[in-house]
């Protein structure tokens, strides 16, 4: 870990715990917290080895659509099964994830400090009765699980925001580091797609507000303010790892060519300029804002007038990040986003049967 990365990890926690001792203005809060999050988890995609995920663009395509069919999905929930069992069995499903996300993220520091043999030599765990399921870990992992174990505890019986951020502050880092885009066509198709979704879905219908306001699980990142009324500002999880994951790939486009990050900066100043933008049309309209309105134009710009600046427009185009395994990561990726397609169809397809059984006995 690089000194710049390890300063960045350290100023993330501290302004992480900062609103529990001093007062901190959300507007500020918000913008330092997402900004940090994007480069740790930028710097920490960087590996020798292709990524876990690698999204196409027919998945690009697709995404925004199975974005929308979650949304609702959440939002027909909210409106015909009681709130408090719905997110009763959130928080049971977002408990594992937690634990899997934060220990993952504490990991690379946690393995420092223990001896080599607990980073080899995995460990296998095969289910009861299920034997051809079997899990693979090592000892470091279960060491990082101890905190990751203790913290999603005490977000299920206490909710506090501080520990709803740090297991938001894991999926975001985890989400940015583990997903990778195929190409920066790919990117901008993805970005494109949810501007408009993000767009449709809080100006012209009340899904998006109405869901982030009862889905009480780590989806979103809360920010303490001094008003009563409104006692949180809000930043969804997916106005830092959408945009992230490109500002990622711009880093690793700059990687992969032996130079300085000049691209992952003018990405990472456009995500920081739009969502300052996003924040400054928040105050002054006194109204929930889609923030990839401001953050897909700003990044894409930022990139798209560097390049063509320094006339490297076709090299841009052209990348692939690790392209001689890309179309063994999108056949994996495929696999992975039908996984995702068909847990959402039996989620939405349980919650109709659970409303049907509720309706006729009642």
């Not at 470091?140 to 977000?155: E, H, M, R």
């Not at 933008?277 to 897909?296: C, E, H, S």
């Not at 063994?328 to 659970?354: D, G, K, N, R």
């Amino acid at each position: 870990m690089k000194k710049t990365e390890r300063i960045a990890n350290l100023a993330l926690a501290g302004l992480t715990l900062a609103p529990l001792v001093v007062k901190v203005d959300p507007n500020v809060n918000v913008t330092l917290t997402a900004c940090l999050a994007v480069f740790v988890g930028c710097y920490r995609s960087v590996k020798p080895t292709p990524p876990t995920e690698t999204m196409s663009t027919e998945h690009a395509m697709r995404f925004p659509f199975v974005g929308s069919a979650m949304l609702l999905s959440l939002f027909l929930l909210f409106k015909f099964l009681s709130k408090d069992l719905v997110n009763t069995v959130l928080t049971a499903y977002f408990f594992v994830l937690g634990i899997v996300a934060l220990s993952a993220t504490l990991l690379p520091s946690i393995k420092r400090f223990l001896p080599n043999q607990w980073n080899e030599n995995p460990i296998v765990w095969r289910f009861p009765y299920f034997r051809s399921v079997e899990i693979e870990f090592t000892k470091s992992q279960i060491v990082a699980s101890i905190p990751g174990t203790f913290f999603c505890v005490w977000y299920a019986l206490s909710k506090h925001w501080l520990a709803n951020n740090i297991l938001g502050l894991a999926f975001c880092i985890q989400g940015i580091e583990m997903l990778s885009l195929g190409s920066f066509k790919t990117g901008a198709i993805l970005l494109v797609g949810l501007f408009v979704y993000d767009i449709f879905w809080v100006f012209f219908t009340p899904v998006m507000v109405s869901v982030a306001k009862s889905f009480d699980a780590p989806i979103k990142l809360l920010f303490p303010t001094s008003d009563s009324a409104r006692p949180f500002s809000m930043l969804g999880l997916g106005d830092i790892v959408i945009p992230g994951i490109f500002v990622a790939l711009a880093l690793r486009f700059d990687v992969s060519r032996g130079k300085q990050p000049q691209y992952f900066k003018s990405a990472y100043l456009g995500y920081t300029f739009g969502l300052v933008l996003t924040i400054v049309v928040m105050n002054w309209f006194q109204a929930a804002q889609p923030a990839l309105l401001y953050i897909v134009p700003a990044v894409i710009g930022f990139l798209a007038a560097h390049c063509l600046w320094n006339g490297d427009v076709k090299q841009v185009c052209v990348y692939a990040y690790f392209s001689i395994f890309l179309f063994l990561c999108q056949c994996y990726s495929s696999l992975f986003m039908h996984l995702i397609c068909f847990q959402i169809v039996s989620f939405y397809w349980s919650s109709i049967m659970c409303y049907v059984f509720y309706y006729n006995h009642v």
